[in-house]
Structures are given as C-alpha cells and as structure tokens.
C-alpha cells in the first residue's frame, strides 16, 4: 500500500511540472522554412511568457493526459510558491494505481489521502504524510521519494525551452476556454535544454536539471511542446508530448488562476498516519 501510495504522489508531482491533451489543434502549423527574424520574433513571444511565469506567485491550473507506465490522468490543482503550499485532486486510470487521490504540499510535508484502501490497512487513517526533512536515503544513495518534494514547480517552467527550438513556429490564433490566445509550437531535443542551462542560477539549474532527468527515466530525448499565449503574454495552456521507452508522454496543463491566494491546511493528526514514523517503528528506512 506504501508504494501505491508513493506512486500515486509521484505522479501527482509529475503532473506538477508538465502538462496532456486538452489542446483542439484544429488549426495547423505552417511547415514552410521560417526566416531568421521571423524566428528571433516568435522566440521573443514566447520569452515574454516565461518570464512572466517566473514571476508568478501562484496559479491553479486543469490538467489531463498519460504519463508511462502511470496511465491516463486527469488533476486540478492550486500552487502557492512562496511558502511552498500545493492542493490537488487527481484521478487515474488504466494502471495499477487506478483511482483517485487528494493530495497536499503545506509545512515541508506532502499528504496523501489514500482513501478506504489506507484506512483499511492504517487503523481507519486515510491519510499519509511524506515529512520531506526526514524521509531517508536507500542503500543505492537515491531518494526514492525524491519527485514528491518537487510538488510545488510551476507547471509551465519547461516553456522557456520551447525558445531554442529549430522548428518554431506560430500555428495561429486559437480560442482556449473562451480566452484569445496565439499557438506557438516545436519540439525540442533533451541535450539542447540541458546546454541552455548554464545561463541559470544555481537553484533553477538545479531544479530543471531533476526534471530532465524524470524525462530521461522516461525513455524521452525529445519533446514536443504547445504553448498558447493570451494577448497580455500570460501562458494560457502548455502541452507536452513525446514517445518513451514505456509509452507516450502527453501533457496539457490550462491555467485557470493566477497571483490569487492558495490557503492549505495539513489534515487532522487522528486521521493522519505518519510514513517515516511507521518505517522507523519498524526498524528501517523509509
């Protein structure tokens, strides 16, 4: 149950940092060569839009797709980045993992309601905390709950890669739950975002270096990226795709708020059963 549990907030982390199929793409792109300052102006567009993105201090956002080997999934969620604060509800299909899950990020522990399941197996506490500060390392030097701290990343970091794509193009615009937007799209290889990150402070290297590396578990050396941007250069939607070596990776995250505040609040200790507290009972790590 503790590993169903930690695969379900793992993918809720994911879900955290990407984005699946909500995109119409009714509209498609122009595969005629795009000229060197045609090029540099739909960079500078979707520049603008990331860095409004790392300015964001919270958002709520809609999110469907398919992870590998994690099947279908569908979330809704609120982030608040400083503190780090983060609510979801996330449903899964088609995988062992097959439910739904709430999930929660507030006072450096993540909380996971594992429902009846939980209860039945945890004296009737549905829910499991992940306190970050104290889960350990196993025998091989890796956390194996490493992603569940990652929670609280915006959704749309990787949308600044989509600048060094060679193929990028503007699709055209495109109406997004009711907002005018413009499409842009390109597909960007692992390798170039890796080199683009020496341009970047210690903490964001850091940060996008762990989220290339859950792309490369993946099988991924590639990604295919969709970003729509409403008229004030704000990110509307952002979608990602590739094919894996366990399945294709396609992500849509919507934006649905932005700057608004996001209150959270641990669940009741009674009902809550703490994970490193029950590793350490029993004599090992978590």
């Known amino acids: 149950m503790y590993r169903k549990a930690a695969g379900l907030a793992l993918a809720g982390a994911l879900l955290g940092g990407a984005a699946a199929c909500s995109g119409d793409g009714s509209a498609q792109p122009d595969r005629k060569s795009v000229s060197k300052p045609v090029r540099v102006t739909l960079a500078a567009a979707i520049e603008r839009a990331a860095a409004k993105n ?17 099947g279908s999934l569908a979330a809704r969620a609120a982030i608040g980045f400083k503190p780090a604060v983060m609510r979801m509800h996330m449903t899964q299909k ?5 439910g739904e899950v709430e999930m929660r990020l507030v006072g450096g522990a993540v909380y996971i309601n594992g429902g ?7 004296d009737g506490k549905s829910w499991i905390k992940f306190d970050l500060s104290a889960m350990g390392k196993s025998a091989g030097g890796q956390d194996p709950f ?24 503007k699709v055209g615009p495109q109406t997004v739950d009711g907002v005018a937007t413009t499409h842009y799209t390109g597909t960007v290889q692992l390798a170039t975002m890796r080199q683009g990150l020496v341009k970047e402070d210690a903490a964001t290297r850091k940060r996008r270096e762990k989220s290339l590396e859950e792309y490369e578990k993946m099988g991924v050396s590639s990604l295919s990226m969709d970003m729509w941007i409403d008229g004030n250069d704000q990110t509307k939607q952002f979608r990602i795709r590739a094919k894996g070596t366990k399945g294709p990776l396609d992500l849509t995250m919507t934006f649905l708020d932005y700057n608004k505040p996001v209150v959270v609040t641990a669940p009741p200790a009674s009902e809550t059963a703490d994970l490193a507290e029950m590793f350490k009972g029993a004599g090992q790590e978590p």
Do not use: F, H, W
């Not at 790392?54 to 994690?70: A, N, V």
């Not at 009846?116 to 945890?122: F, H, Q």
């Open 54 to 70: 790392e300015k964001l201090t919270s958002l709520s956002y809609r999110m469907t797709g398919r992870i590998p080997g994690q």
């Open 146 to 169: 490493a992603g569940v701290g990652r929670a609280d990343r915006n959704p749309a970091e990787d949308s600044e890669s989509l600048t060094a794509a060679k193929d990028l193009r």
């Open 116 to 122: 009846k399941d939980a209860a039945d197996e945890l």
């Open 94 to 98: 088609d995988a062992a993992q097959s």
